[in-house]
């Protein structure tokens, strides 16, 4: 039996991929507890004992790494912790940081150095694409209001503005520009990143790189319907050799090591790469629906043991979502809001 | 392999791009037209197909044709020389 924790498990609107990672880990081949990793007593994930056995309250990252890793040891200790599976971008700075303390107290993580972390940032994201061969919408970071001007004017409208880890608004003239901006500066800080907008079928690639260059399966989607928040509600599986390829260059020129998600932009002749996401995204069980079942093959890399690396999936497999709700007591929310765990 | 060939055509007459994501649906002239595209039919080919299959003159049927290759195109699914 191996203990994996997962964060990420707030299955709301905008949903974190943990409640996904954990269906994915149950639905392998090998017996697994799944711990869920909360920031708020009424994530959903918590309540949602068929696929998470126990749930605990994490002190926020940015409250330093001490608290944290005191949290991981304390769950590691009291209940025995094999894997930590990380899921969102605001605290994978910390466990990058800190595999190698995790891994002396026999925590293991499968994640990419903090030199590939950093390199697939937003701002650095032209050098990655010149490297692997792919195009890249004009893309200016800013770090102060005269440089977004600055920035506005060169690029011209319509164009994106987003936020350093979060979201991410297409603006069509100055005053919408300027709001966007003052809006994630106050929420998220420098720096802004200002992109030219590319007309063409936006897909994304998740994958599981091994981090010697090669990967442990990847599948491509194309969004076909969308939340007010840009979140995947309906999508379909899709077999772009071109973007397919880029992804493989990616990994190969990069080694990278862990999950990823590839944001991209395909026009007729032309693939441009958007972004990159060091983590698996919210809808990775979609892989898994369609037989690549990644977060297994990533927990098993994480223990030591060779995954499975055929990717063979059928193009024009339908990905849906949809909202439930159950009721249930509130002893476990009694339990959380005391204990910090249930 | 050129976008027609990679369709995958159902009988119904929806018809899915693995490339793109895409899908269309076309009615049973469009389906026959996509099939003898498939198997490399040249325009002439297929103007004497449709007037032998369908009722209708060889003018309507070539306008029709052109006009069926000319959607196919700005879809992206024709390049401008095929046909």
Known sequence: MYKVAVSGINAVDNPGPGVGVAKSIKQGDLEVKVFGLAYDAMEPGIYMDWLIDRSFLMPYPSKGEEPFLQRLFYIKERYGLDVVIPNLDAELPLFIKAQKELSSFGIKTFLPTEEQFKLRSKGELPKIAEEVGLKVPKTITVTSYEDFVKAVNEIGFPLMVKGVFYEAYKAFNISQATAYFNTLVSKWGYPVIVQEVVSGEEMNVVGVGDGEGGHFGLVAIKKLWITSLGKIWTGITVKNEKLLQAAQSFVSAFKWRGGFEVESIVSENEVYLIEINPRFPAWVYFATGVGINLPLRLLKAALGMEPERDWEYEAGKLYVRFTDDFITDMDKFQEVIVNGEA | ?83
Do not use: C
């Open chain 2, 1 to 83: 392999m050129g976008a027609i060939e990679r369709l995958a055509i159902s009988k119904n007459g929806f018809v899915f791009d693995p490339a793109t994501g895409n899908s269309y649906t076309v009615n049973s002239t469009g389906l026959f037209i996509l099939n003898l595209l498939r198997e490399g039919k040249s325009e002439d080919e297929i103007v004497d197909a449709l007037v032998e299959n369908f009722e209708v003159s060889q003018e309507e049927a070539r306008r029709d044709l052109l006009d069926f290759l000319e959607q196919l195109r700005v879809n992206g699914l024709l390049e401008a020389s095929n046909v």
